[in-house]
């Protein structure tokens, strides 16, 4: 299935029709956001409003629309007993059939949204590195992917930057501040180089090198050596992961990862 913005980008006046089931106001506690999107046509659907029953309400009355001549309706539900959701808010719920100015706001948002995306540039393209681009790819980043063996990368997952590069200096130099750097190269001595580096730059808002709590304390004896301050050094996140699970499968530490990523990158303006 297409994404939302593939979606949109592909509209034109004589497509099939499809409407937009958005929240537009949320109060107390909800499954989404005020702002939060479907899409849907006749038989599909892309995105999400937040589930159960108020999504399956809708779905059906967003289908309910596109058999009438109707534009647009307004849907309120509050959340409690008679909606089978006890999440105890509120929400209005807009239902709109597909139009030029609906299509252009919509894609304006998606557009806004990706702008405050944190930038992620990973390092590495063995079997971790492969089985955190897939488990990162959904996630709001834009995942920047770098290895200078082509044959590494396996299929590369929609939205994902890959770089065939040995030029790592050049990728971690464009970063902008308050990025995040993943190290999983196969080689520990080009781990060193960016990651002392990736120290260096003091703007960074994740650095995250694997290993174990061994290779950590190696590493932080080359760093004292050249210089870097225990504030630097105590920036670095390694073993990334935590220690909760002791488990070396790819996907699995991938999963791990990419919960550490949404706390540490994603989330770390609201302190979550």
């Known amino acids: 299935m297409r994404s939302l913005i593939s979606i949109l980008e592909c509209w034109r006046p004589e497509s099939p029709p499809f409407a ?121 980043l834009n995942l920047v992917w770098v290895d200078p063996r082509s044959e590494e990368f396996g299929a590369i997952p929609p939205g994902v930057t890959a770089h065939v590069s040995s030029q790592w200096e050049h990728h971690l130099a464009a970063l902008p501040a308050g990025a995040g750097v993943l190290v999983l190269t196969p080689s520990h001595s080009l781990d060193a180089l960016i990651v002392a580096a990736a120290l260096e730059r003091d703007d960074l808002a994740y650095i995250g090198l694997i290993g174990s709590k061994t290779k950590r304390r190696r590493f932080e004896t080359g760093f004292r050596a050249i210089g870097l301050t225990e504030d630097q050094i105590s920036a670095l996140t390694c073993p990334i992961g935590g220690q909760t699970v002791r488990d070396k499968r790819p996907e699995i530490i991938a999963a791990l990862v990419a919960s550490e990523i949404v706390i540490k990158l994603i989330h770390r303006k609201s302190g979550a």
């Open 20 to 140: 937009c089931v958005q929240l537009t106001t949320v109060r107390g506690s909800t499954p989404r956001e005020a702002g939060a999107f479907m899409l849907v046509g006749q038989d599909w659907q892309k995105g999400t409003i937040g589930g159960g029953c108020l999504e399956w309400e809708c779905l059906q009355k967003a289908r309910t629309l596109l058999n009438s001549n109707l534009p647009s309706v307004t849907h309120d539900v509050t959340l409690g007993a008679g909606t089978n959701q006890c999440c105890g808010g509120q929400v209005t719920v807009a239902i709109t059939r597909a139009q030029p100015n609906i299509v252009d706001t919509l894609k304006q948002q998606l557009h806004n949204e990706k702008q405050t995306y944190p930038t992620l540039l990973m390092f590495g393209a063995g079997h971790v590195g492969r089985a955190l681009a897939h488990a990162l790819a959904p996630l709001p």
